[in-house]
Structures are given as C-alpha cells and as structure tokens.
C-alpha cells in the first residue's frame, strides 16, 4: 500500500497496437496482426480501429486498468475504461490484458500519446501518430 492507501501500479513491461488480435480459445495464445504506431487516414475526423495487448507483471491485487489517446496538447480525446478490476493474482507472472476492436476517433493529424493508466495513475505512454496522404 502507498502512502495514499491504495495499491501501487503494477508494472507494464509492453503496450502492443496493433490492426488485429486473434486469440485462441483453447490454449489463450494470441497472434497479434499488424503491429503499428502510425496512421494514415485520408480524412479527419476518422476512425480508427484496432486492438491492444498489454502485458502486465509485478503486481498483486485488482487493479482497473484505462486506455486513453491524448492529443499534443496532452488533452484526453478517446478513452477506454473497462469495467470491473482485473484480478493480478502471481507477482512473478506475466498476465496479458487484451482489448479487442477499439473504435478510436481522431480529429486531427500529428503526434498523440496512448496512455496506459492503473488505478487512475498513468503507467506507460506510447506514440501514436496519425498522418494525412499529403503530409
């Protein structure tokens, strides 16, 4: 426990982007299609769709785990919070946290920030850039 009273984030050792996450129901491995960190989009607003798989370890407890896209002005302009915790149980084990078919919808061209947050505090940001064909 902090200070604060609650549980410190676990660690997010990767974020992975990607076109598409395909999981297999037996075994839970996933393949992960098309790993990006840039957009092109030929027009604005656009949507973008795509899946994400984190990876976390080192913590153990429930934690509520958020996915947020903040514009170059580091303002929030898409967020994903899942409800209900996910449950940490083994701190020497890797668990994998994957969300399908996100809908992000973006206003403008240039470089964003995926942010990872756990517990409402940010843990990982990544690039995400979106382009336009003319630059």
Not at 37 to 43: A, D, K, P, R
Not at 117 to 129: H, K, M, Q, T
Request: net charge negative; glycine share 10%.
């Amino acid at each position: 426990m902090t200070s604060r009273g609650k549980l410190p984030p676990t660690p997010i050792p990767s974020l992975l982007l990607c076109r598409d996450i395909y999981c297999d129901e037996r075994t839970r491995e996933t393949i992960r299609i098309g790993p990006r960190s840039m957009y092109l989009v030929t027009e604005l607003p656009a949507t973008i769709v795509m899946s994400a798989s984190l990876f976390v370890g080192g913590g153990h407890g429930h934690y509520h785990i958020g996915l947020s896209l903040r514009d170059g002005n580091d303002d929030e302009v898409w967020g994903c919070y899942p409800p209900g915790p996910v449950e940490h149980v083994d701190p020497l084990l890797p668990h994998q946290v994957t969300l399908f078919d996100l809908e992000i919808t973006v206003r403008e061209a240039g470089r964003h920030s995926m942010v990872v947050s756990i517990n409402g505090d940010e843990a990982l940001r990544s690039p995400f850039v979106v382009i336009l064909p003319d630059g």
